[in-house]
């Protein structure tokens, strides 16, 4: 069967249903520090950043939270760009509508940032390029948390910049659902250069089983691409190199509660195909393009071992194929990358003031690939951590990890974190070690004018945080967070002098240091709801190498300014959501960028109809985040959105 007749069936199967979310019911807030995971969390508790459900001022941490409302309320068609509003993420896009993207944190590269989907890693050993090759559509995700700063003590390796956990609508289930029956939503849209988009999913809950099923696809001709003298570049043939795609995605999951423990069991896969022109060079003859799909399975057993001991078994299984052509005259490259994971982990409450975890974990990653070769390797690690609550108002987090990983050895991650809160202040600190191995692509690859190095060391990192969060009101919030971080040993590509390659090669040392501010608001106008959020994070980095720090690829590829915003309005019937950044980068030229959406909801009957209008790009900014892949120009998007 051919790659595309498996996205058709794919698709063909979700557009036989129609879905919409299935709002679980909050849960109290005691219930939700006690669990896990708990239906759909408040805003208040978290889970990313200690591995227990507890209140965000107490975590010591800086932590953000997107739920399927943001979702809803904002002009995003993938992950990666609802990720763009979140202060302190930076996304760097190839191609535009998530045909992919890098993730950096805290002035990391694209690989130092751990993704988890419902608590299993996702990140692909072959490379974090493929990071928001997301197996699940945007209609399952029901809630984001953006935890930055190390993280390894709880995560393991590359929980270097930060971490982003994307809980589902399905994996949030703990317990019998707090509703039965059946929901639906369905959405499409279509816009400029035979753009369309569509996502439609299923949820039906009984008394004890929730069952979910999704569908995305997305696709359009493309914008012609222009070279730097204004010209529209063109293949050997002639013809027009265009900003193309075409990608689909679906996921089945399910949750059985038994009487004392919840069973939670997905499959899902993302499927892509897209021009790729200089996404990974930026020499005149990379003319690529590339096709990538990624299948998933997961399964988790939780539940209460005793009345104050919890458990988490969790096994996840990733497969991803890569095809790859640099250009027409080049031979094609062609990877598959697996990864399977097996964590277990027990929580106990010793006394109402000290709560511990104490985890272990081991995974088993390969690639086969006609450039690469064949290999394969595993790794482990075992974790504890503890909550105190020292005083009524300070509370303590201490963690520490040990990894064993042929490509570095053994590397302890220890971590300590403080929170005092006194009435609407909290005062937050924190230091920890983090490291990084380098992965098949940055050790073997030969091929697209990147070649690998085989005795790479692993990165290794200290860092160090302090920051304070006020909150003057009940609708407002005020945070600032100071950061520091030394690397030894940091990954890159450096342009090797007298050749036209990228060889990867160990930094000698890279200083990040950087300011992070962020202010969110929500207050009634009269008869409408506005809600505002925005972010300003400044970097600033010391690169030690010995070439000149222009030569290489990414280390300096961040933004030193870096400001971002969301707003959404809500009056009656109308909706308006608009969402904007502006980068001054290092290495690259500064520039802002603005999307808005204006809907309009209609009730009839049980069912809610959305007619909504969008322009992306608003201002027509000519981008390229990443050598001269461009980002789209002005689109205009029509759309229709269907709940009940």
């Given at each position: ?15 036989l249903v ?5 709002r679980?019911?909050?849960a109290?807030?005691e ?11 408040p ?5 990313t950043?200690s ?5 965000v001022?107490?975590?010591g ?10 979702l ?14 979140v202060?302190?993420?930076e996304v760097?896009s ?6 992919q993207?890098d993730l950096?944190?805290r002035g990391?590269?694209?690989?130092g940032?751990?993704?988890?989907l419902?608590?299993?890693r ?9 990071l ?12 984001i948390e953006?935890?930055r700063?190390p ?12 971490v982003i ?9 703990q ?6 029956g ?12 035979a753009?369309y ?5 299923v949820?039906?809950a009984t008394?004890r ?46 949750t ?16 892509r ?7 990974y060079?930026?020499f005149?003859?990379?003319t690529a393009?590339?096709?990538t ?8 057993l ?18 991803h ?18 990864l399977g ?26 690639i086969?690939s ?5 290999h ?26 040990l ?10 991650t ?7 809160t ?5 005062l937050?600190?924190?230091v920890g070690r ?16 990147n070649?690998?190095n085989p ?9 160090a945080?302090?920051?304070?969060d006020?909150y ?12 520091y ?8 590509y ?9 060889r990867?090669?160990n ?8 300011l ?11 008869a ?18 010995e ?7 990414y ?8 400001v ?6 809500g ?8 969402q904007?950044?502006?980068k ?11 999307h ?7 009730r009839?009957g ?8 969008e322009?992306?790009?608003?201002f027509?900014?000519r ?11 002005r689109?205009?998007?029509?759309g229709?959105a269907?709940?009940?």
């Amino acid at each position: 069967m051919n790659r595309m007749s498996r996205r058709w069936i794919w698709l063909a199967a979700g557009l036989l249903v129609a879905a919409g979310p299935l709002r679980a019911q909050e849960a109290p807030q005691e219930a939700a520090q006690e669990a896990p995971l708990v239906g759909m969390l408040p805003d208040s508790i978290v889970v990313t950043a200690s591995r227990q459900a507890e209140r965000v001022r107490q975590t010591g941490r800086r932590v953000t939270v997107l739920t399927a409302r943001d979702l809803a309320a904002l002009p995003v068609a993938s992950f990666d760009e609802l990720l763009r509003a979140v202060g302190g993420v930076e996304v760097q896009s190839r191609g535009g509508f998530g045909v992919q993207s890098d993730l950096t944190m805290r002035g990391s590269t694209f690989n130092g940032v751990l993704l988890l989907l419902d608590g299993a890693r996702l990140n692909d050993p072959m490379t974090g390029h493929f990071l928001a090759d997301l197996p699940v559509p945007l209609s399952e995700i029901a809630r984001i948390e953006v935890l930055r700063g190390p993280a390894a003590s709880l995560y393991g390796p590359d929980a270097l910049g930060g971490v982003i956990q994307i809980f589902t609508h399905a994996g949030l289930q703990q317990g019998p659902p707090a509703r039965q029956g059946t929901s639906a939503e369905a959405r499409l849209d279509g816009g400029r250069h035979a753009l369309y988009q569509a996502d439609v999913a299923v949820r039906r809950a009984t008394d004890r089983r929730l069952v979910s099923l999704a569908a995305s696809a997305a696709g359009t001709d493309g914008q012609p691409i222009e070279g730097p003298d204004g010209r529209l570049v063109r293949r050997s043939d002639g013809e027009a190199i265009r900003t193309d795609f075409r990608r689909a995605a679906a996921t089945l999951a399910a949750t059985h509660a038994f009487d004392a423990a919840t069973l939670f069991v997905r499959a899902g896969l993302d499927d892509r195909d897209f021009g790729a022109y200089q996404f990974y060079t930026g020499f005149a003859s990379d003319t690529a393009r590339e096709a990538t799909t990624t299948a998933w399975m997961q399964a988790r057993l939780q539940g209460r071992a005793a009345a104050t001991t919890d458990y988490v078994v969790e096994l996840a299984l990733k497969q991803h194929h890569d095809a790859y052509r640099y250009n027409p005259a080049s031979r094609p490259s062609e990877h598959v990358s697996r990864l399977g994971t097996l964590q277990a982990r027990l929580t106990r409450r010793f006394t109402p003031r000290l709560r511990g975890t104490a985890g272990i974990s081991g995974s088993l990653r390969g690639i086969d690939s006609n450039v690469m070769q064949v290999h394969h390797d595993g790794a482990m690690g075992v974790y504890a951590t503890l909550q105190a609550l020292l005083t009524p108002r300070l509370t303590a987090h201490l963690s520490s990890r040990l990894d064993v990983d042929p490509s570095y050895g053994a590397e302890p991650t220890p971590q300590l974190n403080l929170a005092y809160t006194a009435g609407r202040v909290t005062l937050r600190g924190g230091v920890g070690r983090a490291v990084r191995a380098p992965n098949y692509v940055e050790r073997y690859l030969d091929a697209g004018g990147n070649v690998g190095n085989p005795d790479l060391e692993a990165e290794r990192a200290w860092a160090a945080e302090a920051g304070a969060d006020l909150y003057p009101a009940a609708s407002v919030s005020l945070h600032a967070t100071a950061f520091y971080r030394a690397t030894d040993n940091l990954i890159d590509y450096v342009l090797v002098p007298g050749e036209r390659v990228f060889r990867a090669e160990n930094l000698l040392r890279v200083d990040t240091r950087g300011l992070e501010l962020d202010a969110e608001v929500t207050r009634p106008l009269g008869a409408a709801r506005l809600h505002l959020a925005g972010a300003y994070t400044y970097l600033d980095a010391d690169v030690e190498t010995e070439l000149p720090p222009d030569r290489y690829k990414y280390a300096l590829g961040h933004a030193r300014h870096l400001v971002q915003g969301r707003a959404t309005l809500g009056l009656g019937r109308v909706s308006l959501g608009v969402q904007g950044l502006w980068k001054d980068r290092l290495v690259q030229d500064s520039y802002g960028l603005v999307h808005a959406r204006l809907g309009y909801r209609l009730r009839l009957g049980p069912s809610v109809l959305t007619l909504s209008g969008e322009v992306r790009n608003v201002f027509d900014t000519r981008i390229a985040e990443i050598f001269n892949a461009p980002l789209p120009g002005r689109w205009w998007i029509v759309g229709l959105a269907w709940g009940r």
